[in-house]
């Protein structure tokens, strides 16, 4: 095959593009948390763009309110707000479905999107940085979850509720135990509850991001991809669609899968990621052990 064959996939449509019919989710209120920066933001986006009013969660006030100026402007937005929380503290969190319920009413729509994450050899996590990640990512997307739903089984209502979990949570993820360990428990509430809560009308899906480069990356999470890649890789050369994924394709998937379209759709892990996780390479690389892709020396030195 030629250089000029390899094409990739093709690029997605424009931003403002919208992939489900104007005003899909008119009248409905979704909450997504950690909704103020990155991908969150970009799922909230698409939300507000289909006419959704769309509550914020996360636990910087600055970065939510500059969100929210910028998901009320967006063409089709309906009402935003905001809402300061750590999904670690359940009281909080009903206190934040509390706040939403008064002013927009009961969310129709919930995306766990909130998550903590930094690489690491397993054998340097202390048990404070095993516990955060596990209590923001999997504990936090419970108490979140389990918010939403006993409000909704109450009040004998549908909803929907998006996961965001990923790959790893099948194949491990060496550098990212605690991760890891936390998406596969998000991947095992998935499909557990989408049985648990489908006769009463609630959906329970998993949406899975690949590679989305966005300006709000944590340096840990920056450094780790540029030490394992090279610079070239934020054009995508080492994925199978020979790009990366744009944060609205994302969003897009979010906002289908959540949509009156998929209500047959539940338990399910929906990928975004260009088929990455899945390639296999017909000339196995050298092993290089994490520390020292990661520039760490020998433990204990």
């Known amino acids: ?3 000029n064959a390899r094409r990739g996939l093709p690029a997605p449509p424009p931003l403002g593009a919208a992939a489900l019919p104007p005003g899909t989710y008119a009248g409905q209120v979704v909450l997504v948390t ?17 006419g959704a009013d769309v509550v914020i969660a996360g636990r910087r006030a600055e970065q939510l309110k500059t969100a929210c100026e ?8 309906g009402r935003v707000t905001a809402a300061v ?15 939403a319920e008064a002013s927009l ?10 998550a903590a994450n930094f690489p690491s050899p397993a054998e340097d996590l202390s048990p404070n940085a095993w516990r955060a990640v596990v209590d923001i990512t999997l504990t936090g ?24 979990g990923a790959s790893y949570a099948w194949t491990g993820g060496p550098g990212f135990a605690h991760s890891a360990a936390a998406k596969a428990g998000v991947k095992s509430l998935v499909e557990t509850l989408a049985v648990e809560w489908g006769p009463y009308g609630i959906q329970v899906n998993g949406l899975v991001p690949g590679l989305f480069p966005h300006s709000d990356m944590s340096d840990d999470i920056r450094g780790g991809l540029e030490r394992a890649a090279p610079a070239a890789d934020t054009q995508g050369l080492r994925q199978p669609a020979l790009r990366v994924g744009e944060p609205r394709e994302l969003g897009w998937a979010a906002t289908f899968l959540a949509s009156p379209y998929a209500r047959f759709v539940t338990g399910h ?26 520039g760490r020396g020998p433990f204990g030195s």
């Open 85 to 99: 929380c750590d999904i670690r503290d359940p009281e909080r969190v009903a206190a934040v479905f509390d706040a």
């Open 34 to 50: 950690g909704g103020g920066t990155g991908l969150g933001r970009a799922i909230a986006t698409e939300f507000a763009r289909l």
């Open 1 to 3: 095959m030629t250089d």
């Open 269 to 294: 892990m929906l990928v975004v990621d260009g088929a990455n996780w899945q390639r296999r390479t017909l000339v196995q690389p050298e092993t290089i052990p994490l520390r020292e892709q990661l």
């Open 105 to 114: 009413g009961l969310p129709d729509v919930l995306v766990n999107n909130a």
């Open 141 to 164: 997307t419970w108490f979140m979850t389990r918010e939403f739903a006993r409000r909704h089984l109450a009040a004998g209502t549908p909803g929907s509720i998006v996961n965001i």
């Open 70 to 77: 910028e998901l009320a402007a967006v063409p089709g937005a």
